[in-house]
């Protein structure tokens, strides 16, 4: 898990073997209540975090806390509930969780209750808590869809911890330049931990300034593939391949690339399901007690009880309005299926439908956050904060050519420019694409035998429609009438500017479908979004190789 003393112990609850976990857990309690007699009681106060073994206790006790939390083993969050219980009782207060659950969005009771998950989603969180020594946000939501789950962490534990063109600790600085881009603190935190894990040098943290020239180089690259992929070219490629010194091998930049898109389009995704802080990170958890005037009533397995009651008192009923929505949209999908099988569209048309969608999608405005984000701590990984996203331009004043997809396609040409450069990678890549892409089911709401290939299709084209990616062979005609605006609205600020996403934004799309599809059309948003920066830029790539 972490470095630090009793680090064999840490690693030691990551074991599938209970025999081994009990043995761990039994040393980690000797060695937290050695230092909580050290500190000695605190009276009612936080010891100083600094001193001696007062801080290293404050450290252990927030581990101990994420266990209690966020394990997949019941022995281990037992027995780490347990010891801080013990602790509690020698007179040294202990932390305490800050939010509600994994995201602001949700309510957690309604997200996957460790301990009650079934055997499939298990499986992927005992693997997952195996590897990275955690079981983060990011992983408790997407393990309502547990098959893309599964095939996310492979590519991700590929990407980070397994061998490549890239040092690891160049890896962890990558994706925090990355998060950093859309002020995603919560990337940041995390990678900022990883860096210093596989010993990234701390002085680096200051900024990017203070990061070796080489990685200083990839500034341009990093702002114009998170917010306008389209303007990137060969030009780009052949600086940071030519930098003397400080250039890149051409191996190198696939790996970067991959790094950046995917960092990029997972910021979106944890925006778009309003992830919170992680426990043992800033602002995830505090020592303070809580106010009286918070009535906030806690237990160990993190359930809120004021909550609980808000939550079963507003959340039972649902609107006619909202049902009616749902039978609306599954008309429309009826409907649409009977014209395609009647009349097929002309070239010509389905051209000026492209650009009609591309057009409206201008006046999608992105809806400004309810409060401002403060990026002081983040802003320093990255260069040029005015730099942000823009429209793809218009027919009428473009000085882009639309990106025609049959001329260049993941599936033909991308993939195997990866594949070959960064072996295996392009496979693991094309295996999440296609499971997103393809995943259901059948459900939509409260119906079930639906066929929501239409719809996700729809979601998936509209993404790219954005970036002035058209299909020939789609009649973008169907995206006006399956994505009402305020989907469209909240499906642009997602993907172009994902820090101004609100709950306000999540709740009012699609009222009355559950939140594991919400969170499904956000798996759909990221992966489009990260296919359709890799094509910029492997694109770019190919032209500078030819």
Request: glycine share 6%.
């Amino acid at each position: 898990m972490e470095d630090g003393d009793g680090a064999g112990r840490w690693d030691g609850l990551c074991s599938r073997d209970a025999n081994l976990r009990e043995v761990a857990l039994e040393g980690l309690q000797q060695l937290v209540l050695s230092l909580t007699e050290k500190a000695g009681p605190t009276n009612g106060r936080p010891p100083p975090p600094s001193l001696g073994p007062a801080g290293d206790l404050d450290h252990n006790l927030v581990r101990l806390l994420r266990l209690s939390r966020r394990c997949p083993f019941s022995d281990v969050r037992d027995k780490c509930g347990a010891i801080l219980q013990a602790v509690q009782e020698m007179g040294v207060r202990i932390p305490r969780a800050l939010g509600q659950g994994p995201s602001e969005f949700i309510p957690e009771k309604e997200i996957l209750q460790l301990g009650r998950e079934d055997a499939e989603t298990r499986i992927v969180f005992i693997e997952a808590f195996a590897t990275l020594g955690r079981l983060d946000n990011i992983t408790l939501l997407m393990g309502f869809h547990p098959r893309y789950l599964d095939s996310f962490l492979k590519t991700q534990h590929y990407l980070m911890q397994m061998d490549g063109p890239l040092p690891y600790h160049y890896r962890h600085y990558i994706a925090i330049m990355a998060a950093a881009q859309h002020q995603c603190s919560y990337l940041v935190n995390l990678h900022v931990n990883d860096f210093l894990q596989v010993g990234g040098d701390p002085k680096w943290l200051a900024g990017l300034d203070s990061a070796p020239r080489k990685l200083q180089t990839l500034s341009e690259m990093n702002k114009i593939l998170a917010h306008r992929p389209w303007l990137i070219t060969k030009d780009h490629i052949e600086k940071l391949l030519k930098a003397e010194e400080h250039g890149w091998s051409l191996a190198e930049l696939v790996h970067v690339v991959v790094l950046l898109t995917h960092y990029h389009s997972l910021a979106s995704f944890t925006y778009g399901c309003g992830i919170n802080p992680e426990i043992h990170c800033d602002g995830g958890h505090t020592f303070r007690l809580p106010s009286v005037g918070s009535c906030y009533v806690c237990d160990f397995n993190g359930n809120n009880a004021i909550d609980d009651l808000l939550n079963g008192q507003g959340g039972s009923g649902q609107s006619t309005e909202t049902v009616c929505e749902v039978e609306a949209l599954m008309e429309k999908m009826k409907l649409l299926q009977e014209c395609r099988d009647e009349e097929e569209a002309s070239q010509e048309e389905m051209a000026t439908r492209f650009e009609r969608e591309k057009a409206e999608s201008l006046y999608v405005a992105t809806t400004e956050g309810e409060e401002s984000v403060d990026t002081r701590d983040v802003s320093r990984h990255f260069e040029d904060p005015s730099y942000g996203y823009k429209e793809f331009p218009r027919q009428d004043e473009q000085t882009v050519p639309t990106f025609r997809a049959q001329d260049y396609t993941w599936e033909d040409h991308g993939y195997s420019l990866v594949n070959r450069l960064y072996p295996d990678v392009g496979q693991l890549l094309d295996e999440k694409f296609q499971i997103v892409y393809n995943l259901t089911y059948n459900t939509m709401a409260m119906h079930k035998d639906v066929d929501t290939s239409m719809l996700r299709r729809a979601i998936w084209n509209y993404i790219h429609c954005m970036f002035g990616i058209r299909y020939d062979d789609y009649d973008y005609g169907e995206i006006n009438q399956l994505l009402d605006w305020n989907f469209k609205a909240y499906i642009k600020t997602v993907v172009c500017s994902p820090v101004k996403t609100t709950n306000q934004m999540y709740d009012g799309f699609w009222r009355r479908f559950k939140h594991s599809e919400k969170i499904h059309v956000n798996l759909l948003l990221m992966e489009a979004r990260m296919q359709a920066e890799l094509l910029y830029a492997l694109t770019a790539i190919t032209r500078y190789l030819t």
